[in-house]
């Protein structure tokens, strides 16, 4: 899990080569994410991505969570941020 800072997130992480090929449709838990609303922008290497295409969003208000599923099939190292 990670911690979003004013609501925005910056984070990279690696996907081992041991893997078997990639890590398809990743779920990024967010806490402190206090916003009521889906996130302004969310990128992946500095690439917009598109809402209910790319992603997929539940909120956890409750919680003061996000969780982000990428619809996206991931390899090597990866960027990832959400900016509000």
């Not at 990024?28 to 290497?45: C, F, K, S």
Request: a positive charge; glycine letters at 2%.
């Amino acid at each position: 899990m990670n911690a979003a800072a004013n609501n925005n997130l910056k984070l990279s992480f690696d996907v081992p080569s041991t893997a078997p090929s990639t890590l398809d449709s990743p779920i990024i838990v967010v806490n402190n994410y206090t916003r009521t609303t889906a996130p302004t922008q969310v990128l992946l290497e500095d690439t917009v991505l598109v809402a209910n295409r790319d992603y997929f969003v539940s909120l956890r208000p409750n919680q003061s969570q996000l969780w982000i599923t990428l619809n996206k099939k991931l390899a090597g190292t990866n960027s990832f941020s959400i900016v509000n």
